[in-house]
């Protein structure tokens, strides 16, 4: 895993698909690997469903030579596989120079199609889908040096109607974290509590649902200690099991829901905090206390608690420091007791509600830790603080970004950050003129070439509605006086950042 030198520190550099198991995302792609894509007046959703389909197919068939070239072991076997996937490649290139040419358009900034295009050509494996009822399922992870795989089961819910109506559209999913039984304190299974939940729920008939079986001696309680121990211990099984699911069945990746309640709370939090850009909203039932949460990253996740009037103080608290950033996202809803069957049709109209923006303009982020520096499209890349160190609120690493594509100009505020990047689209700006960014004040002009390689990487991830088609790497930010700092500290609200 890489590293990056920091003052005299070091920081594992971690990519945002870790979260999904520790393995994938965009990361830092050799910027001279990049293939790029010529400029030319830019359309949206100009392709037509059959050449889609075509680029698509294509597409498909590059990715599958990546992942069997990456798995090969064998001298001879991998040099074969590698003229193929170049060959792949310039055969996908070549298609989309054609349609371009044809249309008068470029497909890499036309990120409708793009996304149209990276949906159909995701590389699904191949699933056991049993549609109408509760089931349990189990995936197997192969542990380096282990003479067993690890088993990770899970229950899962498929609609009716996913076998023929997934062969044209993708479906919502809700990922519900378990709570437990309070006769013997012990999680319910995935299965069971899916069941508790969502028996007869009008969701069944339009929405995915799946649910992690936790280790028994799990107790996700407080603050996790490390990443480690909020990566491996608290996360680990949910981030396997999850992202398996993920590769194998027809999800809409911007309408996915995350769920706990409980003993599940913190769980639910922690796993919106390390990874907020996958999910549309975050439903909490009967919350327990919830120190500890980075609330300042909850500027683009709505959030919805359901309370009885004892829990009701926690989700007060938590809506209090909402306030305080001034986001308008969080929803209270006030029942009797849990599960709340009395709220299900507002929670019903709350969740179908929901949908993602896969390109939010404005972001905020302070990291949980250091090695988590990925939020969004904005990478924290050099600290002068690590979030570990700080002692004060004004010691902690915080980035503000905003992006303005009528100006063609991107806000950045930072504050114990030495530089980062931004992973752009033309959603957020136009590529094919000059972006102007400023820092703290500074403004610096930038030039860019659409790479078509790095459009592409997401087909190979679990999230191929997030579109990069430019990195913006090693922005540095201009010192500030001290003076300055004192005045940020002033206007952050104080103690309200956790």
């Not at 790029?36 to 059959?50: E, I, N």
């Not at 709370?265 to 922690?270: G, K, V």
């Not at 990874?275 to 919830?290: H, K, Q, S, W």
């Not at 033309?426 to 102007?436: A, E, S, Y």
Request: overall charge positive; proline content about 7%; charged content about 25%.
């Amino acid at each position: 895993m890489p590293t990056t030198k920091v003052a005299n520190h070091e920081v594992t550099g971690m990519r945002s698909f870790f979260l999904w198991c520790l393995a994938l995302l965009l990361g830092a792609l050799p910027l001279s690997a990049l293939a790029q894509s010529p400029s030319s007046k830019k359309k949206a959703g100009v392709l037509s469903p059959g050449e889609i389909r075509r680029i698509a197919q294509k597409l498909n068939k590059y990715v599958t030579l990546i992942i069997a070239y990456k798995n090969e072991k064998r001298p001879e076997r991998k040099f074969r596989l590698g003229s193929k996937k170049a060959k792949a490649f310039e055969t996908l290139k070549k298609t989309i120079e054609t349609l371009e040419k044809r249309k008068k358009f470029n497909f890499l900034a036309s990120t409708g199609d793009l996304r149209a295009v990276l949906r159909q050509g995701f590389n699904y494996k191949k699933a056991k889908t049993r549609p109408g009822d509760f089931f349990q399922g189990q995936y197997k992870e192969k542990i380096p040096g282990a003479r067993q795989p690890k088993v990770h089961t899970f229950g899962y819910w498929i609609p009716k109607k996913y076998p023929l109506e997934s062969k044209k559209r993708p479906f919502p999913l809700i990922i519900s974290l378990p709570t437990m039984r309070s006769e013997t304190k012990n999680w319910y299974s995935g299965r069971d509590h899916l069941k508790n939940l969502y028996a007869g729920s009008p969701l069944l008939q339009d929405h995915i649902l799946f649910s992690p079986d936790l280790p028994p001696d799990l107790k996700a309680e407080g603050k996790p200690s490390s990443p480690d121990q909020l990566l491996s211990e608290w996360l680990g099984s949910i981030l396997f099991s999850f992202n398996e699911f993920l590769t194998r069945h027809k999800v809409d990746w911007n309408r996915i829901i995350l769920e706990g309640g409980k003993e599940s709370t913190s769980l639910a939090l922690y796993f919106a905090n390390v990874a907020p850009r996958y999910f549309a909203g975050l439903v909490i039932r009967d919350p327990r206390p919830l120190q500890g949460a980075v609330v300042r990253d909850f500027a683009n996740l709505p959030t919805l608690f359901l309370v009885s009037q004892a829990t009701k103080p926690n989700a007060e608290w938590f809506l209090k420091l909402i306030k305080l950033f001034n986001y308008d996202n969080c929803t209270i809803l006030e029942g009797e007791k849990f599960p709340f069957p009395s709220l299900n049709q507002k929670v019903v109209d709350w969740i179908r509600a929901r949908k993602r923006n896969p390109a939010p303009p404005h972001l905020v982020f302070q990291p949980l830790f250091s090695v988590l520096g990925s939020h969004w499209w904005v990478q924290i890349s050099k600290y002068d603080k690590f979030v570990e160190d700080a002692k004060t609120e004004a010691d902690l690493p915080v980035i503000e970004v905003t992006a303005d594509k009528k100006t063609n100009r991107i806000t950045v505020k930072a504050r114990n950050i030495s530089s980062y990047n931004l992973l752009l689209n033309d959603d957020l700006v136009d590529l094919d003129k000059p972006i102007t960014v400023v820092t703290n004040g500074k403004a610096q002009e930038f030039k860019v070439t659409r790479s078509l390689s790095l459009a592409i990487m997401p087909a190979l991830n679990n999230d191929p509605q997030f579109v990069t088609t430019y990195p913006l790497v090693g922005i540095q930010v201009p010192k500030t006086e001290s003076k300055s700092s004192s005045a940020e500290k002033k206007d952050s609200g104080g103690g309200g950042v956790r």
